[in-house]
């Protein structure tokens, strides 16, 4: 089952978030004061290209630092093996920013934690899931969110819910089913060509995880000392061309 974890201080509406972002307003969440514990099963996800099913675990925390702490010791570490995707959501009005730059520190630490365990279990240099930052009555710009959350991983997105939508739908899941795309009918001589966006659905998922790894590796680069990021940038280029020349595109 693939499963997405979303969480945020308590007075942050994650259930909102739920229920918009994943169409499940059917599913009577309201009802319960605390959002702390929250599991809805079978939330269907939909594309043109797969659909696959995901389990949502929503918790709430008062201190930032106890539930990190918490996330992070080995008696978690099964609860981390399978989550595919996390979700912290923020109330930036709320929120000084004391308490935001102590969120990042947890992020970056929780980020670094997934990476290793992914390496050592995988033999893969990074995490196989998202990692996305809400921010909820943002006082600055985005770029401003953008810029604070970039060192730790995590992708920053003002709450809309077609942005956050978009942003799950482009993950590749580890359990999903493919649709068979049918050829566009010939019309015109360009029909002939064969376009991307007539190739089979592997290769729109394909499309997706180099997207993904070209969000992670600018988010990777801006961690590294100015010496290094020439070298790294060159790496990435041979890498996506390999990426192309191997046929994955």
């Keep these: 089952m693939n499963r997405i974890l979303i969480a945020g201080k308590v007075g942050v509406d994650k259930v909102r978030l739920v229920q918009h972002v994943f169409s499940v307003e059917d599913k009577d969440l309201t009802n319960d004061v605390s959002q702390s514990g929250i599991i809805v099963d079978d939330v269907p996800i939909e594309t043109k290209y797969y659909r696959t099913s995901v389990s949502i675990f929503v918790d709430e925390f008062e201190s930032a630092e106890e539930w ?17 995707g996390l979700v912290i959501c923020i109330d930036l009005q709320s929120t000084s920013n004391e308490e935001i730059e102590e969120i990042e520190r947890h992020l970056e630490r929780l980020a670094t934690k997934l990476d290793d365990e992914y390496t050592e279990d995988f033999g893969e240099p990074q995490w196989d899931g998202f990692k996305i930052v809400v921010g909820f009555n943002p006082l600055e710009t985005e770029e401003f969110y953008q810029d604070m959350f970039i060192m730790s991983g995590f992708e920053y997105i003002t709450y809309d819910q077609e942005q956050i939508r978009a942003s799950v739908q482009a993950h590749r899941w580890r359990s999903l089913q493919q649709r068979t795309q049918a050829s566009k009918p010939l019309k015109t001589a360009v029909d002939y060509t064969q376009p991307l966006l007539d190739r089979d659905s592997e290769k729109f998922l394909d499309v997706f995880q180099l997207v993904e790894k070209m969000k992670q590796a600018r988010i990777d680069a801006s961690r590294l000392p100015e010496e290094q990021k020439h070298d790294f940038a060159q790496r990435m280029s041979e890498n996506i061309l390999d990426y192309f020349e191997d046929g994955k595109i």
């Design 68 to 84: 990190f702490n918490e996330l992070n010791t080995a008696e978690a570490k099964i609860l981390r093996e399978e989550i595919q």
